[in-house]
Structures are given as C-alpha cells and as structure tokens.
C-alpha cells in the first residue's frame, strides 16, 4: 500500500496492511502540518505532486526497505490542502524486531522526503500563500 | 538547424502558476539536451534562471541534464522538493 | 498517558494524546505478539506486571524523553492475557520534527523492556505454557 | 537474634505459582539485608538459588541487596523481565 491520496490518511488502514502474525514490531510515523507559530503562524498546506514519478518512487523506497530490512511497508502521502495538526505521510512498518521496524520506518520516511516530486503551498494565518519550490516570490505577484 | 523536434514540457507549483497551465508544448532542435530546456521557456513563466537543484524526468523516470531530447518526449521540470 | 491496562491497547488513543500543531513528526511503535512458527508456535502471551513500580516506571521514562528530547509521550503496557498478532504494548510520541520523535520512541521502548517488571507466561500451540522470568523449568511441573 | 521484624514478599509469575499466593509474610531478624530474603523463602518455593539477574524492590522502590529491613517493609524479588 503505497501512493498518494486526496483523501485525510487513514493510519489504521497502513498498520492493518503491513500486520504480520510473525512481526513483533511494528513502527509507524505521521508527518504533520505544523502550525510554527513562532515563525510565521500556518493554517493549512497545499500539496501538488508529480503523480507519475511520486507513485513510482513511493513504490520504490518501500521496496528498498522491504529487502533491505526485512520489512512490510506501507506508505501514503497527501495530495490537496492538509490543515494544521493533520497527517500529510502517514509511513507503516513491521518486521520480526524492533530495530529493523525503527530502522525502516526512518529510511522510508528520510528517502522520500528527497524523492518524492511533492512540493508545498503555504497557507498563512496572515492570508498569504507561497510555494516552497526554490524559486523567489517573483511567481507569487501573478494571481492564484 | 536540426529539424525541430516537440517535447511536452510538464509545470509544477509556481511554474504551473506563471504559465497557467501544467503542459506546454515546445519546439527545440533534435536532440537538445534536457538542461538546455528551461532556456526555451518563455521569459514570463522562467522568470530568470533555474533553481540550483532542479533536477530532470524523462517520460516519467529520472534523467541527467545532458540526456538527449526526441520528438513526442516528455520532460518534467523537478524544482526542488519540499514533501512530507 | 502511560500506565498499564487489561484491555487491547488503543493506539489512536494515544496517538490523540500527543497530538500537538507545533509538533510536526509523531512517531508510535506496536510490539505485537509473535507466533513464532519456526522456534515453537505461540498462541498467546499472559502478562503479570508488578503493577506499582511497573506504573512509576513507566511515568519516569515519559517523563525523561520528554524532558530529553522535547517530546509528548505516551505509553502503555497490556497486562492479562493477549492473542497472536495483538498488540502487548503501545508506544506514541510527537515532537517538533522527525529526528526527536524517532529518537524519543525508540527511548521509550527500550528503557520500559528492562525497567518496567512484567513477566510473560508463553502459551504454546502444542498446549504448553512456561513463564519467562530467569528461573529453570522446575516451576513449571507444579499445575498452573 | 536480634529482634525478629516481620517483613512482607511480594511474589510474581513462577515464584507467585509455587507459592500459591501473590504475598508471604516472612519474619527475619532485624536489619536483615534484601538480598538475604531469598534464603528464608521456603524451598519448596524458592527451588534453590536465585537467578542470577534478580533485582530488588523495597516499599515499591528499586533497592539494592545490601538495603537493611525494618518491621512492616515490603520487599518485591523482580525475577528477570521480559515484558513488552
């Protein structure tokens, strides 16, 4: 279970997915919008992905961690605007023992922060917004 | 010129913004490499030069800068990400 | 929230508990129990827990990684009887971002397997049980 | 002898179903160190030493063997854990 969804992210559904009655450890992460209020005060994030090459590379680390750690994995990411306090990755994984579930969870988790094509809009408390894509704000003057 | 090729150039985030679309069709030269694309975008949606770690994919799978372009590719401007 | 508990764990629960906008990674680990089928099928797990110092325990290692790592945690253990494939305890944290919330989690469960005193009594498929508490086989001839 | 104090045991898994019973009171000479409690169980319970790893709680609080005892204390024997 891998992939991007427009839907809230159901942890449940991912635990249920990778539970294996011969995993003892099963270890889990949510990445969740923050509000960062001491920075710049946040309501909600926008999430645009490249769907075709994020499903693939979603795939693709889950199998990179299934090998190399003996795991099931189960990794979903959010499409759409995510408010504050919510889920936009939810990452599943169980395998025999805990170090191998914590030791996954983390790769899957730190490969697609990198590989995933997902970039952020930010919506701000103060009504502006900002795509986080490494260009300067000169594309922010242009209508949404 | 080498007989002009089309390529389907795929915008993301603030670039789909400045162009207000996702696609735009361009005409470059048989074989122009995939970093020498952005040059061909219009001044209004490039807005100057690339990002530093903008990176490439071909037909949906990851490609270097110098990998050469045929008629009907695709080619998707992966500005730096900032996922999860 | 950290204790022990004869009902199934809820891990929800706990995942609400440490719930917080400014904290952006929330980590949880399940250790279910294993059938084991390659060593010697188990069936279930009974868990007897020396209930006060085991409650002070688990207070005082949420309270650590909360202290050490800027986490929220929660933590509880199952007490009684619990299935193949259940969970026997349930560990949730959030922190501001990944790392913390990794690091504080692992913490957890790693210090409750030594400090908290519960014992398990394996119940094998082939009808067996046997407490695992560092004394030999004798006590076992004695009927349960 | 020095006065005898009454101390009270609390008796987990194996050692619990030896016993027949979650508590024992056992009566010792005054100051009588933790880690001499052992030796007092009855044989028929204790089964000769203790494991090796065997730790000690006095009053609900992690001890050390060498802990002298006062009337009324109650003392736990934490056998080995494999919880979680």
Redesign the interface.
Known sequence: MTGLTADPLDLAALIAAVSDPENGGLTSFLGCIRREDAIRPVIAIEYEAYEELTETELAAVAAEATSRFGAHVACMHRSGRVEVGEPSVAVAVSAPHRSAAFAACRYVIDELKVRAPIWKRMHYADGATEWIDGRDRVADRRPA | MASPISVTV?L???????AGASRMTLSVPHATPVGALWSHLPEGIS??EP?????Y?LN???TLPGAPLRDGDEV?F???????
């Open positions: 795929r993301f985030a603030s670039l789909r913004e400045a807005a100057g990002p530093a770690a903008l990176r994919a949906h799978e990851w998707a992966v500005l730096p990400v900032s996922g999860g």
